[in-house]
């Protein structure tokens, strides 16, 4: 065995970049290995991070010490909030990022951990020995001048994260060419490896839309998609007096029209999802505008976003019309836009199908139950973004270092992150698509809200080693500025009312607080305090209600199932229950009873066993 490390992560990206973080922070020796060190953070498809529920898993990778939410604070040009109208358990923090010097951001984050060491090359095997890792075998790159070699690399833990790259297959019409990005060759090697160990893949598909150059748009002709006129960071470690930092940019508004969806029918036997060459599955939630024609034939128009990519560039991505067409359909499909009648496509769209670890196999620790010290993070899971990937990558990260310390594995429950329902979600259901998190798959969204992640989660991360002496002061000050506030609400009276009675009237928003309470010579307030205080306020019976809900639940949440139970010999449990039960293998009775085909009966039947 060569060089030894506490834990190997294989892959660059979004998941990558958190795990080789969280390792760093907890002191772990972590080697990362990457085909291309330069595209680490890497942004592949959209120039954005956040957006409905993905905003919360920003703010939440952040509370538990992550590093996206400040690397998008560094380099957004544009900072909205989405559902700013609607109730906050449904508000969605959004920014367009400088996607290149967002990925110089991570790349510099990471630079500053000293126990991080990037490796360009690629890994052909995983090292095994009775059912645990011990290394892998990493074939390095020389760079231009060549000069790589095979490398046996010692470690404790593995976090595999390769995005779309396994067997990555990129498709433009009737054009195919093997990446899982443009430019950038595919890992063969690690499918076939994981094939060996036991594991069960499948293969999904994903997309992404034309980039075209800004000069050639005529924007004057479109409709303004401005950012918020006071822009809130995503991290808790930003200095809001000095936010933003790059120059803000606008977005623009098209759509397309009868004459587009026209030439989309025409050429449907040149789509390949249409004409056999793609039989993957996409995401229904972010369809094709081939998908968006054929199943919405009644609609006429469909909105595009034309969102700047780089403040250095003139590229310009195309947001709703992910396309596998052929490129010169393309160019004309997008000149039929109103205001691209002159636009020149710099680079067509396409569909990309790679391979995948059916996430049954791992546990909402984002270890696998196969091998023992291997976690797998991002896209392999059968996820979709950069936000639910980096959720997955710190939690894989985190649990890898406490695996190589023989620490116990730590779990989010569904009641305390939007991470910890994405996870529940990988290991209780088989996705029949890339999984993209939305608010309406956590029933305690009042409670997962993105103003108050800090407080959800910041304790954990402090206790699990991930929250640092300057984060932990800084959440302190917060905490102490919030039992303030909660204190004028108690004491000060409006209208003759207490102000926490006041604020429960219907329309009264942060900023009529504020007012009352800087007009009454009050200190300095936190606009977005106030904010969090004030929906808790507003929203106290649903939140009781939930709370109650979570406590009903917590017996069967708590109650742990051995991962080795042979369910052919639990009397009593369905020939469908003890087949499920048998191939996802739940953590928990909670996940037992969130099983499609275990019914409440069989969670009974299984509970009376393991008391016996």
Request: hydrophobic fraction near 40%; charged fraction near 25%.
């Amino acid at each position: 065995m060569g060089t030894c490390y506490d834990v190997i992560v294989i892959g660059g990206g979004h998941a990558g970049a958190e795990a080789a973080w969280a390792g760093a922070n907890l002191g772990a020796r972590t080697l990362l290995v990457t085909m291309d060190p330069s595209k680490i953070g890497a942004m592949s498809c959209n120039p954005a991070i956040g957006g409905l529920a993905k905003g919360q898993i920003v703010r939440e990778v952040d509370a538990l010490g992550g590093l996206m939410g400040r690397a998008i604070d560094a380099t957004g040009i544009q900072f909205r909030v989405l559902n700013a109208s609607k109730g906050p358990a449904v508000r969605g923090p959004r920014a367009q990022a400088d996607k290149y010097r967002y990925a110089k951001e991570v790349q510099r984050l990471l630079g500053t951990r000293e126990l991080v060491t990037v490796v360009a090359g690629t890994v052909e095997k995983i090292l095994t020995e009775k059912g645990a890792v011990t290394g892998a075998v990493v074939a390095t790159r020389g760079g231009a001048a060549g000069g790589g070699e095979l490398q046996t690399v010692g470690a404790s833990a593995v976090v595999l994260t390769t995005g779309t790259f396994m067997r990555g297959l990129m498709h433009t019409g009737e054009r195919q060419e093997q990446g899982g990005r443009v430019g950038e060759q595919p890992a063969v090697g690690i499918s076939g490896a994981l094939r060996e160990m036991g594991f069960e893949l499948g293969r999904l598909k994903t997309g992404t839309p034309p980039r075209l150059a800004a000069e050639s748009i005529d924007f004057d002709a479109l409709q303004l998609q401005p950012g918020d006129d006071e822009p809130q960071p995503f991290s808790d470690m930003t200095d809001a007096g000095r936010f933003p930092v790059q120059e803000q940019r606008p977005c623009h508004i098209t759509h397309t029209n009868a004459g587009v969806h026209d030439l989309i029918r025409a050429n449907l036997h040149r789509a390949p999802m249409y004409n056999g060459q793609i039989e993957t599955t996409g995401p229904r939630y972010c369809p094709s505008i081939e998908d968006k024609v054929v199943r919405f034939a009644d609609r006429t128009s469909h909105h595009v976003y034309l969102e700047p990519e780089s403040l250095d560039t003139n590229e310009i991505y195309c947001n709703g019309i992910s396309t596998s067409l052929p490129a010169d359909v393309q160019e004309q499909l997008v000149r039929l836009m109103p205001g691209c009648e002159r636009a020149a496509v710099l680079r067509p769209g396409y569909a990309v199908e790679y391979d995948m670890v059916w996430p049954h196999q791992i546990d909402a620790t984002c270890m696998t139950k196969r091998v023992a010290g291997l976690f797998l993070a991002g896209q392999i899971n059968g996820t979709s973004g950069y936000e639910e990937a980096a959720g997955q990558g710190l939690v894989a990260g985190l649990n890898a270092v406490r695996y190589a310390r023989a620490q116990e594995p730590v779990r989010l429950g569904r009641d305390q992150a939007y991470i910890g329902v994405m996870l529940d979600d990988l290991v209780t259901k088989t996705p029949r698509e890339p999984y993209r998190m939305f608010t309406s798959r956590a029933e305690y969204r009042l409670l997962l809200r993105a103003d108050n992640a800090d407080q959800r989660l910041t304790p954990l991360g402090r206790q699990w080693g991930l929250v640092h002496d300057r984060r932990w002061a800084r959440f302190e000050q917060r905490e102490s500025a919030l039992a303030q506030l909660k204190r004028c609400f108690d004491e000060a009276r409006v209208d003759g009312l207490p102000m926490r009675q006041w604020a429960q009237r219907p329309g009264v928003e942060a900023d009529d607080v504020l007012e009352r309470l800087v007009g009454g010579g009050e200190a300095v307030v936190d606009r977005r305090l106030v904010a969090r205080l004030l929906a808790d306020i507003q929203y106290a019976g649903y939140i009781e209600r939930e709370h109650r809900q979570i406590r009903q639940m917590a017996t069967q949440e708590a109650s742990p199932v051995p991962v080795d139970l042979d369910y052919e010999h639990v009397r009593g449990l369905r020939n469908e229950a003890r087949q499920t039960l048998s191939r996802f293998r739940p953590a928990t009775l909670g996940q037992a009873g969130r099983l499609a085909g275990v019914t409440p009966a069989d969670v009974m039947v299984l509970s009376v066993a393991l008391g016996r």
